[in-house]
Each structure stands twice: as structure tokens, then as C-alpha cells.
């Protein structure tokens, strides 16, 4: 696992160079059907009024807190480390380490443990609203040079296809449209199109971001971590993306990348001093501004943070 000065570095690096588009590799292994219990027809839509709870990674002490959201209630902490995502419909939350673990909401219980293919270097996640399957994005470190991979798990117990996208050096994270439609950001911004084999690398008219990937309800979006953030609405025709909006949290220069998260009209990100980030901010999306809206704390270096409903096991 990368440490935090070396993903420092990756993220200024992304900020400097754009890799040019090209072509993809073809997955490795034989995509399979999803299994039964994440099939289509059984995943249910979930109301935006639905109960949610808000994770936050705090970095300075290896730790994961739980929190009501939007009221932003402490209900528990528990001891993981790395990069987080949900399951919009069931509520699970993966956290990306040395390994992938999955936990039912609230992080109550641990549900499995996924291996990650040997040469790989895995960063964020994303899961698929429609099959359940669950994507990591990564980087094929065996050799010179580095290729972007998309590594996609049916689910927790089974092996994923591996998506190669020669086009692009490393991929930071990822995050699915309400189609099923995976998207990436790092060297390159680029697309998995729902059903696909091949990477698609999207021309955008911004240097690559390299921060949190979301669908907003209207844009996919990606995030510039590195500085205030800022959060840019991207639409994409094919292989073209245009910037259409940017949503400025803060504005002041953090002095290592946080990362962001937008849940319905409200947009999170840690904030505080530079050093500690010690509370979350909560700011109008899309709007966005220079101060948030309001602010909880009591937090030791927040660094990531993501929703996701109560659910049940």
C-alpha cells in the first residue's frame, strides 16, 4: 500500500501531466454473469429520504467514524485504514487496504475479505447500483511502464476481471452513473461502458483531477483534490468531455489532497487547519462557496469521507 507521501506525489504528478488518449486492452478473465442476489430486477431503488450514516477516515489515528447523517451524530468508531466506498442499495461499506473488506452498514460486522491480483496498486472504489458489482481502481505496477487498471468483483467472494487501459499510466478512483456507465480518473479520464470490454479514454478540457469520482443526479463528476477542492460536472458525448460547472469548496490551499463527497444537495469535505483537519464541512452543491454552511468536529485528520444508507443484514 502506497504511503501518504507517495500518494502526495502521484496527485501533484497528475496535476502536470495529461497522458493522450488511446486504445484499451481487453479485460483479463472472462467476465461471468453477477450472481442472483445482486441480480437486476432485486436491487431496489432507495429514496433520498432514507436513513443515512456518514464515514470519515481519519488518517492520524487509523480509525473509521460513523456518524448519522445529515445530523452528524457520532454512533461508533472502528479500526481499518484505507479508501472507502458504499453499496447505494444495501448500504455495505468496502474499505480498500492491503485488501478489500466489506461491512455491513454502520460497520457492525465484517461480511468478507477479497484478495487483490499480485502487481497491482489499488486506490478507490465504486459499486454499481444495478448488478452490485464492486470496482477498484488501480495500477498494473509489473514492469515499465505502469498501465491503468479497473479491477471489477462480481462480489466479495468472487475473482474480478481486470480491465488494462494502455491509454493511461494509473487510475485514482472511480465512480458509476445511474446506467451502470463506470467512469475513472487519474493520468487519463476514461470510461467502462455498461456491458463493455474496453476502456474508453474520454479527451476532457481540464488536466486530469485525480480525486473522488460521483454521478450527481445530472454529471458524472471528478474532483481536483489537490487544492481547495473542486468538484467539475462533466458531460460526455463518446469519447469528448466538457467541463459544464465547478463547485470551489473553501479557500485556502491544503497542504496534502483531501477528499470530497457529494450526497444529494449537500457537498462534504474535511476542513480545519491543513495539518490536522480536525472537522467536516458541509456546503450547498451545487453552489459550493469559500466557508461551509456549517461544520462538525472532533475529528483527528479527516482525509476521505462517503454516505451510505443504514440498511440491514
Known amino acids: 500500500m502506497r504511503t501518504f507521501a507517495q500518494f502526495a506525489l502521484t496527485i501533484a504528478l497528475a496535476a502536470a501531466v495529461f497522458v493522450s488518449c488511446s486504445g484499451s486492452q481487453p479485460p483479463i ?27 470519515v477516515r481519519e488518517w492520524a489515528n487509523r480509525q473509521i467514524a460513523v456518524l448519522t447523517f445529515p445530523q452528524g451524530q457520532k454512533v461508533r468508531t472502528f479500526t481499518d485504514v484505507g479508501f472507502l466506498c458504499t453499496d447505494p442499495t444495501t448500504g455495505d461499506l468496502y474499505v480498500i487496504g492491503g485488501e478489500l473488506d466489506e461491512y455491513a452498514p454502520g460497520g457492525v460486522k465484517k461480511l468478507g475479505t477479497a484478495t487483490f491480483p499480485s502487481g497491482y496498486a489499488e486506490q478507490g472504489c465504486a459499486v454499481d447500483p444495478q448488478t452490485g458489482s464492486i470496482a477498484v481502481a488501480s495500477t498494473q505496477q509489473d514492469g515499465s ?51 463493455g470490454d474496453n476502456v474508453v479514454n474520454i479527451g476532457l478540457d481540464h488536466p486530469p483531477l485525480g480525486g473522488t469520482v460521483q454521478w450527481d443526479g445530472t454529471y458524472i463528476t471528478a474532483e481536483d483534490a489537490s487544492n ?57 452543491y451545487p453552489e459550493g462557496g469559500r466557508k461551509p454552511s456549517k461544520v462538525k468536529r472532533g475529528f483527528d485528520y479527516a482525509y476521505e469521507l462517503v454516505t451510505g444508507i443504514v440498511g440491514s443484514h
Request: with cysteine; proline share 6%; charged share 15%.
Open 29 to 55: 478473465g472472462a467476465p461471468g454473469a453477477a450472481p442472483q442476489s445482486y441480480a437486476r430486477a432485486q436491487r431496489q431503488h432507495q429514496s433520498s429520504s432514507a436513513e443515512m450514516y456518514l464515514y
Open 145 to 195: 511502464p505502469t498501465y491503468a487498471a479497473l479491477l471489477i468483483y462480481p462480489d466479495i467472494n468472487a475473482a474480478p476481471t481486470i480491465y488494462i487501459d494502455s491509454g493511461a499510466s494509473y487510475f485514482a478512483f472511480c465512480g458509476y452513473d445511474n446506467n451502470g456507465n463506470l467512469f475513472a480518473d487519474g493520468s487519463n479520464f476514461a470510461e467502462l461502458p455498461s456491458g
Open 228 to 284: 481547495h477542492p473542486t468538484i467539475y460536472r462533466i458531460s460526455v458525448k463518446g469519447s469528448t468531455g466538457t467541463v459544464v460547472g465547478r463547485t470551489k469548496l473553501g479557500n485556502r490551499r491544503f497542504k496534502a489532497a483531501i477528499f470530497s463527497w457529494i450526497q444529494g444537495n449537500v457537498a462534504l469535505a474535511p476542513w480545519g487547519d491543513s495539518r490536522k483537519n480536525k472537522f467536516v464541512g458541509y456546503w450547498n
